[in-house]
């Protein structure tokens, strides 16, 4: 499926195959980002929000449901060094810890 090259291409799917676990985990797998072109249940499912966030940590944006905002899809997201650091800030300021100044 196109899906397997470019994530991304899951934008111009039908509703009927963004709502395929298969094809969206393909999807994900390829592009994390994909996420957000999936149908409401599977972006909360588990194994496709998973695999979307481990591909890519900018995929949280996109989690519905009770796994959003939690420390394990957080700490298994794949961020770059700079939003890993921004990203632990702002968890920090919510959890009402201390934040060390930017350089």
Known sequence: AAVAQDGLA???????????????L???????????????????????????VQQSGSALQFVLGDLRGTAELFMSANFDNVARSCVTDQMKKLQGRPVAPSA
Not at 13 to 20: M, P
Not at 26 to 50: H, I, K, M, N
Request: charge should be neutral.
């Open 26 to 52: 393909s999807a994900v797998s390829s592009s994390g980002t994909a996420l957000r072109f999936a149908c409401p249940a599977l972006r909360a499912d588990g194994d496709v929000v998973r695999a979307a």
């Open 10 to 24: 899951l934008r111009f799917a039908s509703e009927e195959l963004r709502s395929d676990k298969e094809i969206v």
